[in-house]
């Protein structure tokens, strides 16, 4: 089983008021020197069989329909590195 | 013969009763419809009310865009049947691309609950002719995420062809680009707002009664048509 993972971030001109109520927080918290944060979602698919072309596809069309509104919302998709969480490879 | 108004009940709907009973008052046959029904079991219009559809899991509206019963509206909407779209109904026709652009978190964060006055901009839509251009109304106000945002072009075009209906007035309750509430489709049949007329048809609940045009409009609109 591989596992990809799609990231959806409002897209830069979108106002992201929760990213910038963590940057109002940070100086607060001691964590001085961010200038600006962007809050998004990620998303992690285990996806069953091999992740070809093919399959990538259809995660880019399942992100495109669902997982990201690209009218606000831009999107990656990747696949993770095989076995970084988990056994050998399938 | 009475006109029947459809409301759709998503899981986690909860205006649907008042919307119902706001078709009632208007004069109207209130018809509940279910999200799993493709059948719209011959209504005239549909109500898509507020709430949190799914409990507003991924994007406010993002789940029930794609409940059965969607499928049947977003067709018969395309041919001309009146949907009005209340608060998440407006974030489901927005999501559904019925109407262009989305709603977003408030720009202040906070979850805004006030009596909130409007201008009704277009009262030429299937939904607004009870009101003239011009007039100002007061109905409640309830959402977390209710900016409206679209792209330069497009808000520069809905505001060409005359589509946006109501506009906020006395403060921008939750940052919308250009102060906007609600707006129609092209053909004036389709109308999402965020603020809630339902709300505000009987003054024992409401504000005030100047929600209850939206409903008395579309009953004459399916009379005359």
Not at chain 2, 24 to 29: F, K, N, Q, T, W
Request: glycine share 10%; hydrophobic share 40%; proline share 5%.
């Amino acid at each position: 089983m591989a596992r990809v993972v799609v990231d959806v971030m409002l897209k830069p001109e979108i106002l992201d008021p929760q990213g910038q109520a963590v940057q109002r927080a940070l100086p607060r918290l001691g964590f001085e020197g961010i200038k600006d944060v962007r809050q998004g979602k990620r998303f992690e698919l285990d996806v069953e069989g091999p992740v070809d072309d093919a399959a990538l596809a259809r995660v880019r069309e399942m992100a495109e329909t669902f997982l990201a509104n690209t009218v606000i919302e831009d999107f990656t998709v990747r696949v993770e590195a095989a076995g970084a969480q988990e056994g050998a490879p399938a | 013969m009475t006109t029947r108004i459809g409301v759709v009940t998503f899981p986690g709907s909860l205006d649907d009763a008042d919307a119902l009973r706001a078709v009632r008052i208007a004069g109207g046959e209130p018809v509940k419809l279910w999200h799993r029904d493709t059948d719209l079991r011959q209504v005239d219009a549909v109500v898509l009310p507020g709430g949190f559809s799914y409990g507003d899991y991924l994007r406010c509206g993002a789940i029930a865009r794609f409940s059965p019963v969607m499928g049947t509206v977003i067709e018969q909407a395309r041919a001309g049947m009146p949907v009005l779209g209340i608060c998440n109904g407006f974030q489901v026709l927005c999501e559904s691309h019925l109407l262009p652009g989305a709603l977003t978190r408030n720009d202040h964060l906070h979850f805004v609950c006030r009596d909130q006055r409007l201008t009704v901009e277009n009262a030429d839509t299937a939904w607004t002719r009870d009101y003239r251009a011009g007039q100002e109304i007061t109905v409640p106000l309830k959402n977390g995420e209710g900016g409206y945002v679209a792209d330069e072009r497009t808000l520069d075009e809905l505001e060409a062809e005359g589509r946006v209906v109501v506009r906020y007035l006395d403060g921008n309750p939750n940052g919308s680009r250009r102060d906007i509430a609600g707006i129609t489709n092209a053909a004036g049949n389709v109308v999402g707002l965020m603020p809630h007329p339902e709300h505000a048809v009987e003054t024992l609940t409401g504000p005030t009664t100047e929600g209850l045009p939206f409903f008395t409009s579309v009953l004459k609109q399916l009379v005359n048509a």
